[in-house]
């Protein structure tokens, strides 16, 4: 089994932007796993099971896996950082 962690660690080495600077650690942990159940589906054709259990993924991810969701985790927060209502409200106005 690989952890989430691994995924999670391999996502912060890729953000400059501490978002989560003063969250609790309750609230990092849901949103980090919300960035990754957004990224699993973008991942096309996986070669092991994507499945988690118990805060693990089922089969142990080699370092190719967890860097492709390590990047599709960052399209995701930054289609939610760039993509809001009120950065795009301007472009309307």
């Known amino acids: 089994m690989s952890s989430l962690q691994k995924v999670y660690d391999?996502?912060?080495?890729?953000?400059?932007d501490d978002e989560w600077a003063g969250w609790e650690e309750s609230e990092v942990s849901q949103d980090l796993r919300a960035l990754l159940?957004?990224?699993?589906?973008?991942?096309k054709f996986p070669r092991?099971?994507?499945?988690?259990?118990?805060?693990?993924?089922?089969?142990?991810?080699?370092?190719?896996?967890?860097?492709i969701l390590a990047n599709y985790?960052?399209?995701?927060?930054l289609n939610r950082s760039i993509?809001?209502?009120?950065?795009?409200?301007?472009?309307?106005?």
């Open 73 to 77: 985790m960052k399209c995701e927060w």
């Open 83 to 93: 993509l809001t209502w009120e950065r795009i409200k301007p472009l309307y106005e």
């Open 48 to 67: 092991k099971s994507l499945e988690i259990k118990d805060n693990d993924f089922v089969e142990v991810l080699d370092n190719e896996e967890i860097q």
């Open 10 to 16: 391999a996502f912060f080495v890729k953000m400059l």
């Open 37 to 43: 159940d957004g990224a699993i589906p973008w991942f």
